[in-house]
């Protein structure tokens, strides 16, 4: 039964976003507030369909019913509850119910706390966010039903590809799909503004909260994952340049570019056109990616429906989504009237030079993903584009991109002059030398790399924190200090977390990768060995068994350089439902870095192969990515001024500093 | 102003120095770097220095052989892609099928200034010039 109300509420669902979709955009057009004002009615109406839709998918999954097809399919009776709720979403039919019920939620939201947008744009947005949402319950209910029955029903489901159950999946998914789907509001923005020709500073200042919103899940997202990557996958790596990976990091790559060209439309009212196209780029490549993911094009461990169907409506939706925005947009952009003038050594210069740098490793990223499929569609030989190909294309674009991070926030806007830029810059200079000299004194041999990517992480830092000082200074006494720091404002203590984020990941990234210790090698139990200061001792293997699954399970007995002593357990499972092995590394997280151990296979002589590795800061790099996170949602907290949406509206340049 | 001077000399310095690459000295080191440069051929994305794979480890195993025989790297990768093809090559061949892929990021880059040029170019000459066609 709950299976019927689960599909009868998606079908409702489907007419009620058609209904968003069409309604008040006629509204809108006739300037009628009654037919404008159903988009709000009708957001909340369609994020609660959507709710009693999961929650009846969730009910299938918590009380094993396996007479449901994609229960029985990705669900098991042993399984934790845990991995029951996030199995909903571990899955394609389930994961495209909860794309559809953030969409509605980021609708629903829109609604309730966008009153300061005004009613016609806002009544525009939500008719788009009610389209796309059409689009994709469509693809729900006619390509992926998750409510599908099976007869007769199964004594027992089929399990959850184990690899997938893991606390990381329960919150990796939703929130790289807040960030995914958050670019919808964006996108919505973008279309709303362009159809009602009210593209200015106050749109801008509108639209910034929710990008900003939908950048910080993403960026938490791609951290959770990468973070899930690190630890289950057991290789000791947290990035792969793994195509799904990638399918995130494009609209990334985009969604930052759109925060700084955004800023630069907000404050100067130019750059307008630019920031559009970002808006309608970063959702289309979202949606880009979910058709790799789901189509087949690509296949990794994300994959899990390769169905050319469900594959050809994805490109055909993504072809009638960004179609219909270009389109739109080349209509109506040349129209839109550029404000503020700006010299190219200046704020708006260095934000454009960000989004040139931003743009182009986007572009890079897509052509190194879409480039093996390229080659076999022309039919030519395999080829693989891997890690060391973006290392090679992508650092030379990363690198100025940090540099110009750093100097950014010391340009002034409109016209800014060089020599004082750099003067400005001195003390992040030395810090940078100084970064790069200590290093070279710490480590005997550095590698250039180290060097460079330390000061980076210097410059960065000292210039950010410079700047933000610099913003405080004339500030004699405390008690005035903290009024100075009360009065800037949020979004000027966000970029500078924000920054300070990026600089933190750098020294992570350079730590790990320049100085990484892997020791490969059969341990024979009593054996010991010694590692980045601490003693490994290998105690031997035992079998152990889990709710669902069996383990062999090593033992390692880690004394720190303090004497403190730990006990590593890494195992080698084989779950039972699906007869699958995986191998869960043991990690000892310690202030300078992370022992990672992995157990591997039974050598004859009674040894076990071992995987040890010394993986220096690593922490440093989600750590940074926090901060970024935090940043960002402190830079939401700005106070958006409902009253300066006039047709008229001010530059934001001319009110009071 | 020696102030900007320095200023600059870091910005400039600090990319090269990160373009310098590490030398990998010793056989564990050298295949450990070569490993990490191939895939794993029955795997779905991973190097054969990450997979755990039967194929993997025996490849590593061959890869150590050569290494300790003293061959030079480019004899051990020449041997394995006449094998397996580049499709083993993390880092494609510069050749004609992949020279849009090697020289795209800089036509990227280059696109995206040339595009920031003419932006900034009217930012500085028009004003409010509504029949300028692409204006903001």
Redesign the interface.
């Known amino acids: 039964m709950t299976g019927e109300i689960g599909l009868f509420a998606l079908i409702l669902a489907f007419g009620v976003a058609l209904f968003q979709g069409t309604v008040p955009l006629i509204g809108a057009a006739r300037g009628d507030a009654n037919l404008m004002a159903v988009s709000d009615i009708s957001s909340v109406v369609l994020c609660g369909l959507v709710t009693i839709a999961i929650v009846m998918l969730g009910h299938g999954y918590v009380t094993s019913d396996f007479s449901l097809l994609n229960v029985w399919q990705n669900s098991h009776t042993l399984k934790p509850l845990i991995y029951k709720i996030s199995g909903v979403w571990g899955n394609h039919e389930g994961s495209l119910v909860l794309w559809v019920l953030i969409l509605a939620i980021y609708g629903a939201a829109l609604a309730v706390f966008g009153r300061q947008v005004p009613p016609a744009l806002r009544a525009r947005a939500l008719a788009i966010q009610g389209l796309i949402a059409a689009g994709f319950l469509a693809f729900s209910i006619f390509t992926s039903n998750p409510f599908a029955r099976l007869i007769p029903i199964p004594a027992e489901g089929m399990g959850l590809n184990p690899i997938l159950q893991d606390p990381g999946l329960a919150f990796h998914p939703p929130c790289l799909y807040m960030g995914y789907v958050g670019l919808s509001v964006a996108f919505s923005f973008a279309i709303a503004g362009l159809l009602g020709k009210e593209i200015d500073s106050t749109w801008a200042k509108l639209a910034r909260p929710w990008v900003l919103l939908a950048w910080c899940f993403l960026t938490a997202g791609i951290a959770l994952g990468s973070w899930w990557a690190y630890y289950e996958l057991?290789?000791?790596?947290w990035w792969?340049w793994?195509?799904v990976e990638n399918a995130s990091f494009i609209p990334w790559l985009i969604a930052t570019a759109l925060l700084h060209s955004l800023r630069v439309a907000e404050k100067r009212d130019?750059?307008?056109?630019?920031t559009l196209l970002l808006c309608i780029t970063g959702f289309s490549l979202s949606l880009l990616g979910t058709f790799l993911v789901r189509s087949g094009a690509i296949?990794?461990?994300h994959t899990f429906a390769s169905d050319p169907a469900r594959g050809l409506f994805i490109l055909a939706f993504l072809a009638a989504v960004t179609g219909g925005a270009f389109a739109l947009f080349a209509v109506r952009?040349?129209?839109?009237?550029?404000?503020?003038?700006?010299?190219?050594v200046s704020r708006?210069?260095a934000l454009?030079?960000n989004?040139?740098?931003f743009?182009?490793a986007a572009?890079?990223v897509l052509?190194?993903t879409l480039?093996p499929i390229f080659?076999e569609v022309a039919g030519?030989?395999?080829?693989?584009?891997?890690?060391?190909?973006y290392n090679?294309?992508?650092?030379?674009?990363a690198?100025?991109a940090i540099?110009l991070a750093a100097?950014g926030p010391a340009i002034p806007w409109k016209r800014a002059d060089?020599?004082g830029v750099?003067?400005r810059?001195?003390f992040?200079?030395v810090c940078?030398?100084g970064a790069?000299v200590l290093t070279g004194v710490l480590q005997r041999d550095p590698?250039?790399?180290a060097?460079?990517?330390y000061?980076?992480a210097a410059?960065l830092a000292a210039g950010t924190v410079r700047q933000w000082l610099a913003r405080l200074r004339p500030a004699r006494s405390p008690r005035r200090l903290l009024r100075r720091v009360r009065n800037l404002p949020a979004s000027a203590h966000g970029m500078t977390l924000a920054h300070l984020g990026v600089a933190v990941l750098v020294v992570g990234v350079t730590a790990s990768s320049?100085a990484r210790v892997?020791v490969e090698q059969v341990m024979h139990p009593g054996e010991a060995l010694s590692l980045a200061g601490h003693t490994i001792e290998f105690a031997g293997v035992e079998d152990v068994d889990g709710p669902n699954y069996t383990a062999l399970q090593g033992r390692f007995l880690v004394t720190g350089p303090g004497g403190s002593a730990t006990t590593l357990l890494p195992e080698r499972r084989a779950y039972l439902a699906s007869g699958t092995a995986t191998?869960e590394a043991a990690i000892l997280e310690t202030f300078v870095g992370d022992i990672y151990v992995v157990l591997?296979d039974p050598v004859a002589d009674g040894g076990w192969g071992t995987r040890l590795t010394f993986n220096p800061l690593i922490w440093w790099i989600w750590g940074g990515a926090f901060l970024s996170v935090l940043g960002g949602a402190v830079s939401i907290a700005e106070r958006t001024r409902p009253r300066m949406y006039a047709a008229g509206a001010q530059p934001a340049s001319v009110q009071p500093a | 102003?020696t102030?900007?001077a320095?200023?600059?000399?870091?910005?400039v310095l600090?990319?090269?120095?990160?373009?310098?690459p590490?030398t990998a000295e010793s056989s564990d080191e050298r295949v450990?770097a070569l490993a990490?440069?191939l895939?794993c051929v029955v795997c779905?994305?991973?190097?054969l220095l990450?997979s755990?794979a039967d194929l993997a480890k025996d490849m590593r195993a061959l890869i150590r052989e050569r290494v300790e025989a003293g061959d030079p790297d480019e004899a051990i990768v020449d041997f394995l892609v006449e094998r397996y093809?580049?499709?083993?090559?993390?880092?494609?061949p510069f050749k004609p099928?992949?020279w849009?892929?090697?020289l795209?990021?800089l036509a990227?880059?280059l696109?995206?200034?040339a595009?920031?040029r003419t932006?900034?170019r009217?930012?500085?000459s028009?004003?409010?010039d509504?029949d300028d066609?692409?204006?903001?």
């Open positions: 057991g290789w000791g790596g792969f793994d195509p130019t750059l307008k056109a630019w296949t990794s461990v952009a040349p129209r839109i009237r550029a404000e503020g003038l700006f010299e190219p708006e210069g454009l030079l989004n040139v740098f743009g182009a572009a890079t052509l190194g480039y080659m030519s030989p395999p080829v693989s584009v891997g890690p060391p190909y090679a294309v992508f650092l030379p674009i690198i100025p540099v100097m060089l020599p750099l003067h810059m001195r992040a200079a940078a030398v790069a590698v250039p790399m060097l460079a990517g000061g980076l410059f320049t892997d191998t591997g | 102003m102030g900007a320095s200023v600059i000399g870091i910005v600090l990319p090269i120095l990160a373009s310098v590490a450990r990490a440069e895939r779905q994305n991973q190097s990450d755990d093809g580049d499709f083993i090559l993390l880092q494609p099928a992949t849009f892929l090697w795209g990021p990227f880059l696109l995206a200034l595009l920031a932006r900034i009217r930012a500085r028009h004003r409010n509504p066609p692409g204006a903001s």
